[in-house]
């Protein structure tokens, strides 16, 4: 019943039949899924709250694994291997699928260092690759200018709008393959979140991104696929332009008029 | 070796200090649990309810007298300073709020509730056994009740504050008097969280032996004499272990023990009384 | 009518919490004049406390209290962090609840039965290492420690759990192991907390009587070894307090509990108002 358009590019990930359960739940919060996710696009997730689209972002880089008691069940396929597989690497996948949250999460750390920081765990100390690399990922992240002066002061003196910005230099400067984006900008202000929403499209060329989103509009600016879930389903994945102008299912059509959710 | 790897390694390693370092942690207070529980249980008797303290060496000894003295001292302090710190608190919350005044209070009473307690025994030794000559379970109780004030204050503070002010102006809106809103409303939806604090407070300064040492002093006989030096188990406790008998000794691990056991309780109920109350 | 009644009879006593802080200062003060006009500066730099000679100096106590507190932090803070760390993060649920639980109800025992478990159990244990006599500034500081940990731990753990889920989240989504989030995000987030819950850790131990009168000697001597029995300031309250039998003496005691007094207050307004601030609310 679910209508999910077969994707002719290449792909970044593929789930497969994919079911979640939170510790102690007596439903599964997530229910055989199956989608794939287009390389160098963005897939936006919308849905009613609750509808199970936070749970599938953070299934793609296993946080849930931080705290136990929780079930997969099903496949992500991630560079050719199952990612749910319980021997992966989570330390390598999280440095190849970087994660950006609901609120600014600046470390209590200098603008520099929180940049610096996942490469300095990758072991990175020559200081001018260093550099280099957090003023690279500070520009591509469009915050170059108004902090390159400050680079030594404490992140957390930064606005929000400016702090979701670091976090995203601080996402990228580690080159992943993937960008999570967890309602981004549901903390900002209406200026802040057109320039995340740009970033997000300038982005693609080099990662491919998945953003949960509340807003339709939102996902109608910057997406080139929307996934509309529901209850824990996968309702309709489609072209973004197709999804909101012709649905396949009445359910999608439903919400996307805005007669619940 | 990458910086990965290295970095696992560290984290194995500083997680197993912090493990080792609680099960150490663990170990030594559950071997003073150890101790307390098997001694106490060893030395406790019937005998213990029933005589009153004695010369060492005599069959017909017991704790009658401290256990006694312990209730009413710590009765008396209930009764002094629950009511001065449920009222203090209850100016602070419903009066002073977010005054200046309001918060030196708070914060000066927030210092003496980690004031060394002998220091209160020895003020209270200058304020009244000093002019009336002689110890007393009114000095006694009189420093304990000074060490619970600033606790009753805090709780009785912080769970006022946690009634919702819409309860409070419903209340004001039927046209009751503010008096008559903080008896009825407030208290009557902080109650639960008013009794812990209370419960706790018991707990706190009935543990507490240094302020005894030289106000309610200590006796080695049953009294009920307020104007009387008398007897706690834990001065009781204090003078018995460091005396060389080993019956004194004995007579101290089980006064150790039935206090210990009281203070527990009043923890453990004081804890379940506020769960309950988050529940409903 | 009524309503001033019950706004004034709360607001004396809620007055007269200040009003007991200032009389303890004062009464404190007044008794003390005696010997610091007797002695001056010498009665904290002189440690000759000689009671027949009518000689008080009170520096051995001081410097037992300084240095006991001292051992018993070097010894108390790794521990109570380690146990802090444990609770917060490392422990599963169930385990997490018990063991926090039981560190919480250990803290509220008494602390004269840590002293006497310090006498009975811990002092022969030293004796049998090191010889002598067991008690002394070691011995003190050990019981201390131990003492102090359950509520060290605890209250170093609930500042540690103030970090925000979604921060720790953040440093584990760049690949950050369990020990990186600790030491790169929760101890600097909760820096402030932590410190301040050490710090009024420190004041309660400065003061604490019970747990090392049995176990410090009671002498009027400054140690030269750790070994050596020793005492501090509420120790010698405790002991000598029901003993004076002149009025300079007393004036002694109360010079010593004023001195007491002075150093947790110090403290422990350190660690509220300089640390503990901001915490205030969460607390
Ligand atoms: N930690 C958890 N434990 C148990 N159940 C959870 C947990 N987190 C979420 N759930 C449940 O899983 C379902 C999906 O939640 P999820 O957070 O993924 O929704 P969402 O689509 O992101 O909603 P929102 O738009 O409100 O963010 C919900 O029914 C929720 O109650
Ligand atoms: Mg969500």
Redesign the pocket.
């Known amino acids: 019943m679910a209508s999910i358009i077969d994707i002719k590019d290449e792909c970044s990930l593929h789930v497969r039949d994919f079911s979640f359960t939170?510790?102690?739940?007596s439903a599964p919060?997530?229910k055989k899924v199956t989608m794939p996710i287009a390389k160098h696009s963005v897939t936006a997730?919308i849905?009613?709250?609750?509808?199970?689209?936070?749970?599938?972002?953070?299934s793609f880089n296993r946080m849930?694994d931080l705290?136990p008691g929780?079930k997969y069940e099903g496949e992500i396929e991630f560079e050719g291997r199952n990612i749910l597989d319980p021997k992966e690497d989570l330390i390598h996948l999280r440095t190849k699928i970087g994660m950006i949250f609901?609120k600014p999460t600046a470390f209590p750390m200098s603008i520099f260092d929180n940049v610096a920081y996942g490469m300095r765990l990758q072991g990175i100390k020559n200081k001018t690759e260093l550099e280099g690399r957090v003023e690279k990922a500070l520009q591509d992240a469009a915050i170059w200018k108004e902090v390159k002066d400050r680079l030594k002061h404490d992140a957390n003196g930064l606005s929000g709008g400016q702090q979701q910005r670091l976090c995203i230099a601080r996402a990228i400067a580690v080159e992943p393959e993937v960008l999570l984006f967890?309602?981004p900008t549901s903390a900002l202000d209406p200026i802040s979140t057109q320039g995340i929403e740009r970033l997000v499209i300038e982005l693609k060329e080099r990662v491919s991104i998945i953003i949960?989103t509340?807003n339709m509009q939102q996902a109608a600016r910057v997406s080139d696929y929307t996934g509309f879930?529901y209850?824990?389903d996968l309702i309709e994945l489609g072209h973004t332009e197709e999804l909101f102008v012709t649905p396949k299912e009445k359910l999608t059509q439903e919400y996307i008029t805005g007669k619940f959710g | 070796m990458t910086a990965t790897q290295k970095r696992i390694i560290i984290n194995r390693i500083a997680l197993g200090f912090s493990t080792l370092s609680a099960i150490i942690a663990l170990a030594f207070l559950f071997w003073i649990l150890g101790v307390l529980v098997m001694k106490g249980i060893h030395s406790i008797s019937w005998n213990i309810f029933v005589f009153e303290g004695s010369p060492p060496g005599y069959e017909e000894s017991g704790l009658k007298h401290a256990l006694v003295g312990q209730l009413i001292l710590v009765g008396l302090a209930t009764l002094i300073g629950v009511p001065l710190g449920i009222m203090a608190g209850t100016y602070l919350s419903e009066y002073g709020k977010n005054s200046k005044l309001a918060h030196t209070i708070r914060d000066i009473s927030d210092i003496m509730m980690s004031a060394p307690s002998i220091v209160i025994g020895a003020f209270v030794y200058a304020i009244v056994v000093m002019p009336m000559g002689h110890f007393s379970a009114w000095a006694g109780a009189i420093a304990l009740a000074i060490i619970m004030i600033p606790i009753i204050l805090r709780t009785t503070d912080d769970m006022l504050q946690l009634v919702p002010g819409t309860l409070r102006e419903a209340a004001f809106a039927l046209g009751a008097p503010k008096y008559k809103v903080i008896m009825n409303v407030v208290y009557r939806g902080a109650k639960a969280g008013i009794l812990t604090g209370v419960l706790l407070g018991i707990a706190r300064v009935g543990g507490e032996t240094a302020p005894l040492l030289f106000t309610s002093f200590n006796d080695n006989f049953f009294t009920t004499d307020l104007n009387e030096a008398m007897p706690s188990l834990t001065v009781t406790m204090f003078n018995y272990a460091i005396s060389p008998y080993d019956d004194w000794q004995q007579l101290g691990w089980a006064a150790a023990f039935i206090l210990s056991m009281f203070i527990l309780g009043l923890n453990i109920v004081g804890r379940l009384i506020l769960l309950a109350g988050k529940r409903k | 009518m009524i309503d001033k009644i019950f706004l004034n009879m709360t607001r004396t006593s809620a007055l007269l919490i200040l009003f007991i802080v200032a009389w303890i200062f004062v009464v404190l003060f007044n008794h003390s004049t005696e010997a610091m006009q007797t002695f001056g500066f010498d009665f904290i730099t002189k440690d000759e406390w000689a009671p027949n000679l009518e000689k008080f100096g009170a520096y051995a106590a001081i410097f037992g209290s300084v240095a006991s507190t001292f051992l018993a932090m070097l010894l108390a803070i790794p521990v109570a962090i380690g146990v802090a760390i444990f609770l917060s993060e490392i422990a599963h649920d169930r385990i997490k609840g018990f063991f926090g639980v039981s560190v919480e109800l250990l803290a509220a025992i008494p602390s004269v039965i840590y002293g006497m478990w310090g006498l009975f159990f811990f002092v022969p244990i030293l004796r049998d290492i090191f010889g002598g006599m067991g008690i002394g500034l070691l011995a003190a500081g050990i019981v201390l420690a131990i003492m102090i940990l359950p509520f060290m731990a605890a209250v170093t753990r609930d500042a540690m759990n103030t970090t925000p889920d979604i921060l720790k989240e953040s440093a584990y989504a760049l690949g950050g192991t369990q020990w990186d989030v600790i030491k790169d995000v929760i101890i600097p987030y909760a820096k402030a907390g932590i410190i301040g819950s050490l710090i009024l850790a420190l004041g309660r131990a400065i003061g604490e009587t019970m747990a090392v009168t049995f176990v410090m000697g009671n002498v009027h001597h400054t140690p030269s070894s750790i070994m050596d029995p020793t005492t501090s300031i509420p120790v010698t309250l405790a002991n000598e307090f029901t003993e004076a039998d002149s009025s300079l003496y007393f004036s002694s005691l109360f010079g010593l509990a004023l001195t007491l007094l002075i150093m947790s207050f110090v403290v422990i307004a350190v660690a509220k108002f300089y640390f503990l601030r901001k915490g205030r609310k969460e607390q």
């Not at chain 1, 939170?22 to 739940?25: L, Q, T, V």
């Not at chain 1, 849905?47 to 953070?58: E, I």
């Open positions: 939170y510790k102690g739940a919060s997530l997730l849905g009613p709250s609750g509808c199970g689209k936070t749970t599938l972002l953070r849930h705290y929780n609901q967890d309602e949960v509340h879930m209850l824990g």
